[in-house]
């Protein structure tokens, strides 16, 4: 019942999560935005290890991993903040959808493997084919857009490189201590570029932006982040990754709702299409076991 509790728990935050970046920026706020979030979540996840009596490792493996956690959570979140001014919240959500094959792309360039077989490539062109049919439809109402997918593109890829790289080192950190490293390390980045590239007329935000701010920080980065671990933790692999293919409609549904975004024929169908080119990425082993099954099945019958 807990992991139940905790997997559709994380399925709500990931689903809130870029609308709630878009209601946190304000017109020009987005990057004390970013700031404050990421200053309330390395807060709490500091109250979290002085409660639970954590250390954080220093050899040089565990400070490799920190800087590159660092340097993944800084990239990623500026771009797609920055992002997030120009696009609804519902296609931040699709592309971040995409994760699962940048990252699986990624695993097959630096571990030397190759992954793909016919079904994955299957399942990568078809999602790259939903992405063509709603971004080719829908970016020339505004070249500010192309702008933001792009920003959000490489919010993405760089998230998705972050985490092949940091599990390339292989230490026996944990999820909590990797990204508490990385929070002490982005955290003043994001401090440093917020006071060299934003005027103090933008630091005044309404009551609307710090709610956002203030959910993002203790639900999205502290309590979400807690519950992703524990339900991989207590889940297989494939069921994790359900999410994915999830939090992409009932996000572009939550801004259509609360945030008057469109959902065109163009939108829904390359959606659509985005989705089941990750569930065969994602499900291919048992989609070609599941069909050779019924294969065999029907022509035995005969």
Known sequence: MIV??????????WTTTPLAIQ???????????????????????TLLFIFKKLTMPLTRQAVYVYLLSGLSIFLSM????WGAQFIPSGWIAIIFGLSPIITGIFSSVIFKQNIFSLMKLSGLILAV??????????ISISNSALWGVTAVFISTVTHAL????????NTTLSG???TQGGLIIAVPLFGMTMISNQAPADYELSITNWLAIVYLGLIATALGFSLYYFVLKNLDAMKVSMITLITPVTALLLGAMLNNESLTLSILLGTCLILAGLAIFEFDKHICLNFTRVSNKIFSEK
């Open 4 to 13: 139940k509790a905790a997997y559709l728990g994380i399925i709500i935050i």
């Open 23 to 45: 209601w946190s920026s304000g017109e020009s706020g987005y990057l004390l935005a970013v700031t404050a979030r990421m200053a309330i979540g390395l807060c709490v996840l």
């Open 78 to 81: 500026l771009f797609v903040y």
């Open 129 to 138: 084919t939903g992405l063509g049919i709603i971004f080719g439809n829908n």
């Open 162 to 169: 972050g985490a092949v790289l940091i599990k390339r080192v």
């Open 176 to 178: 909590m201590q990797a």
